[in-house]
C-alpha cells in the first residue's frame, strides 16, 4: 500500500524555505539555532510610548517601520490565558470602596485590588483579595467558569482557524500560549497564601490543576482539528530576584504531572505527525536554576526573558546550555544610561549569540518610560549593525 506524501500547506506538512515569509524563515531558523545568521528583530513591549510621543516620535509610522523590525514569524492562538486563568464568563468588574486617593475593586479575575482613583494602569497594583480560599469558595465561585464547554468560547472559532490556516500557509509558526499552572494558581489564590495551600489543603491544588488541564487539553485538542502547532508557550513567572518561588519537589507533584500529560496528548494529535513542537517557558526573575528542572520534566526548548537585574547572564546561561533557545537578555536599566553603557552591554551579548544562534535580542521586561526614545534608536541601530 502507498501513502502519499503530506500536504505541504503547514498543517500536514511543512512549507518549504522557499514559500514561506522571510520572517517565517528567520524565525524558524533562530528555533533551529543556527549559528551566524542574523538575529531575529522584535521587542518584548512598551511602557513609555506616551513619554516617546512628548519627546518627538512620529505618530504615524508603524513602530515595526520606525525601528527596524521583521514582520511576525508566528501567529499565537489564545483562548487559555496568560497571567490569570481563561474564565467564562469573567468576574464583573466593580468598585468594591472607595478609599479616598486609591479605590477597591474587583477585576476581571475576582480578585480585590487596591488602584489609584482615576488611574489603573502604568503601575504595579496591589492585590488584596484572591477568589479562592478553600474547597467551597473554588467550587461554588471559581470552578464553572472553567468548563470547556461553555458555547462562548467558542463563538469565534471558524474564523480564528481561518486565519491561523493561512498562517501556516505562509511558513508562520503557529503556537498555542496559555497561563502556567504557578501562575494560574497564584492569580486564583495568591502568591503568600498559595504557599500555604500546597502544604495544608493539597486537595485544593489538586483539584485546581486537573481543571487546567481539562480546559487547556479540550481546547487545544480543538483547535488542532485544524491546524498543527509549532509551539506551546506557557507563561509562568515562576521565579523571583533569588530564584523559583516553590521546590523542585512542589513542581514536580503540583505541575510537572498535569504538563507532562497536556504535552503528550498534543503529540499525539499532531496532524503532521513529523512536525517538532516545541515548548516555550515564559519566567520573570532569577531563572537559572529551574532551567534543568523544566528540560527534564517537558523537554523545554526555549526560555524568556532573562531578566538581568535578577542575575541572568545571556552569555553564561547560553554557555551552559548551547541548544537553548533563548529570548530577551538586554537590561532595561542599561538602555535608560549612557551611549557607552549601551555598546559595551550589547558588544558583550550580541557577537557571541549571534555566533551561537538561537538568539533574539529584547529588552528583559517591556521597555520602560526611563528609556528616551533617543537610547532606544541608538540600542535598535547597535542591535542592527551587531546582530545583522
Given at each position: 500500500?502507498?501513502?502519499?506524501p503530506?500536504?505541504?500547506?503547514g498543517v500536514?506538512?511543512m512549507?518549504?524555505?522557499?514559500?514561506?515569509?522571510?520572517s517565517?524563515?528567520k524565525?524558524r531558523?533562530t528555533?533551529?539555532?543556527?549559528?551566524?545568521?542574523?538575529?531575529?528583530?522584535r521587542?518584548f513591549?512598551?511602557?513609555?510610548?506616551?513619554?516617546?510621543?512628548?519627546q518627538?516620535?512620529?505618530?504615524?509610522?508603524?513602530?515595526?517601520e520606525?525601528?527596524?523590525?521583521?514582520?511576525p514569524g508566528?501567529?499565537?492562538?489564545?483562548?487559555?490565558?496568560w497571567?490569570?486563568a481563561a474564565f467564562?464568563p469573567?468576574?464583573?468588574?466593580?468598585?468594591?470602596?472607595?478609599?479616598g486617593?486609591?479605590e477597591?475593586?474587583?477585576?476581571?479575575?475576582?480578585r480585590g485590588?487596591?488602584?489609584?482613583?482615576?488611574?489603573?494602569?502604568?503601575f504595579?497594583?496591589?492585590y488584596?483579595d484572591h477568589?479562592?480560599?478553600?474547597?467551597?469558595?473554588w467550587?461554588?465561585n471559581?470552578?464553572?467558569?472553567?468548563?470547556?464547554?461553555?458555547?462562548?468560547?467558542?463563538?469565534?472559532?471558524?474564523v480564528r482557524m481561518?486565519t491561523?490556516?493561512?498562517?501556516?500557509?505562509?511558513?508562520?509558526?503557529?503556537?498555542?500560549?496559555?497561563?502556567?499552572?504557578y501562575?494560574y494558581?497564584?492569580?486564583l489564590?495568591g502568591?503568600?497564601?498559595?504557599?500555604?495551600?500546597f502544604?495544608d489543603?493539597?486537595e485544593?491544588?489538586?483539584?485546581?490543576m486537573?481543571?487546567w488541564?481539562?480546559?487547556?487539553?479540550?481546547?487545544?485538542a480543538?483547535?488542532q482539528?485544524?491546524?498543527t502547532?509549532?509551539e506551546i508557550?506557557l507563561?509562568?513567572?515562576?521565579?523571583?530576584?533569588?530564584?523559583?518561588?516553590?521546590?523542585?519537589?512542589?513542581?514536580k507533584?503540583?505541575?510537572?504531572?498535569y504538563?507532562q500529560?497536556?504535552i503528550t496528548?498534543a503529540k499525539r494529535?499532531?496532524l503532521?505527525?513529523a512536525?517538532?513542537?516545541?515548548i516555550q517557558v515564559?519566567?520573570?526573575g532569577?531563572a537559572?536554576?529551574?532551567?534543568?528542572?523544566?528540560?527534564e520534566a517537558?523537554g523545554?526548548?526555549?526560555m524568556?526573558?532573562?531578566?538581568?537585574?535578577?542575575?541572568?547572564?545571556?552569555?553564561?546561561?547560553?554557555?551552559?546550555?548551547?541548544g537553548?533557545?533563548?529570548?530577551?537578555?538586554?537590561?532595561?536599566?542599561?538602555l535608560a544610561?549612557s551611549?557607552?553603557?549601551?555598546d559595551?552591554?550589547?558588544?558583550?551579548?550580541?557577537?557571541?549569540?549571534r555566533?551561537?544562534?538561537?538568539y533574539?535580542?529584547?529588552?528583559?521586561?517591556?521597555v520602560?518610560?526611563?528609556?528616551?526614545?533617543?537610547?532606544?534608536?541608538y540600542?535598535?541601530q547597535r542591535?542592527l549593525e551587531?546582530g545583522g
Amino acid at each position: 500500500m502507498s501513502h502519499l506524501p503530506a500536504l505541504p500547506d503547514g498543517v500536514y506538512g511543512m512549507v518549504p524555505p522557499e514559500a514561506m515569509t522571510p520572517s517565517a524563515r528567520k524565525l524558524r531558523d533562530t528555533y533551529a539555532c543556527k549559528p551566524g545568521l542574523p538575529l531575529f528583530r522584535r521587542e518584548f513591549g512598551f511602557y513609555c510610548l506616551e513619554r516617546w510621543a512628548e519627546q518627538g516620535m512620529p505618530q504615524n509610522i508603524p513602530l515595526e517601520e520606525l525601528f527596524h523590525y521583521d514582520a511576525p514569524g508566528n501567529h499565537y492562538l489564545s483562548e487559555l490565558g496568560w497571567c490569570e486563568a481563561a474564565f467564562a464568563p469573567q468576574y464583573e468588574e466593580k468598585v468594591l470602596e472607595d478609599r479616598g486617593e486609591y479605590e477597591l475593586a474587583q477585576d476581571f479575575a475576582g480578585r480585590g485590588v487596591l488602584y489609584f482613583k482615576g488611574r489603573r494602569s502604568g503601575f504595579m497594583p496591589e492585590y488584596v483579595d484572591h477568589p479562592v480560599k478553600d474547597m467551597r469558595t473554588w467550587q461554588d465561585n471559581v470552578k464553572w467558569r472553567m468548563d470547556p464547554t461553555t458555547p462562548a468560547r467558542w463563538e469565534n472559532l471558524d474564523v480564528r482557524m481561518q486565519t491561523a490556516r493561512e498562517r501556516a500557509a505562509q511558513g508562520l509558526m503557529i503556537g498555542q500560549s496559555l497561563v502556567g499552572g504557578y501562575m494560574y494558581l497564584r492569580s486564583l489564590i495568591g502568591p503568600v497564601e498559595l504557599l500555604y495551600m500546597f502544604n495544608d489543603h493539597p486537595e485544593v491544588i489538586e483539584d485546581c490543576m486537573q481543571t487546567w488541564f481539562t480546559l487547556a487539553d479540550a481546547t487545544i485538542a480543538r483547535h488542532q482539528q485544524h491546524v498543527t502547532l509549532d509551539e506551546i508557550f506557557l507563561a509562568e513567572d515562576i521565579c523571583y530576584n533569588h530564584g523559583c518561588l516553590i521546590s523542585p519537589r512542589m513542581m514536580k507533584r503540583f505541575l510537572f504531572p498535569y504538563y507532562q500529560q497536556l504535552i503528550t496528548n498534543a503529540k499525539r494529535r499532531q496532524l503532521d505527525p513529523a512536525r517538532h513542537l516545541y515548548i516555550q517557558v515564559d519566567t520573570d526573575g532569577l531563572a537559572s536554576s529551574v532551567i534543568p528542572l523544566y528540560q527534564e520534566a517537558i523537554g523545554m526548548d526555549v526560555m524568556s526573558p532573562f531578566e538581568v537585574a535578577s542575575g541572568c547572564d545571556v552569555v553564561e546561561i547560553a554557555r551552559q546550555y548551547p541548544g537553548l533557545v533563548m529570548f530577551g537578555g538586554i537590561d532595561k536599566r542599561v538602555l535608560a544610561g549612557s551611549r557607552a553603557d549601551i555598546d559595551a552591554h550589547l558588544e558583550r551579548i550580541l557577537p557571541f549569540m549571534r555566533a551561537r544562534g538561537g538568539y533574539i535580542p529584547t529588552c528583559d521586561h517591556g521597555v520602560p518610560e526611563e528609556v528616551s526614545l533617543d537610547n532606544y534608536h541608538y540600542y535598535r541601530q547597535r542591535c542592527l549593525e551587531l546582530g545583522g
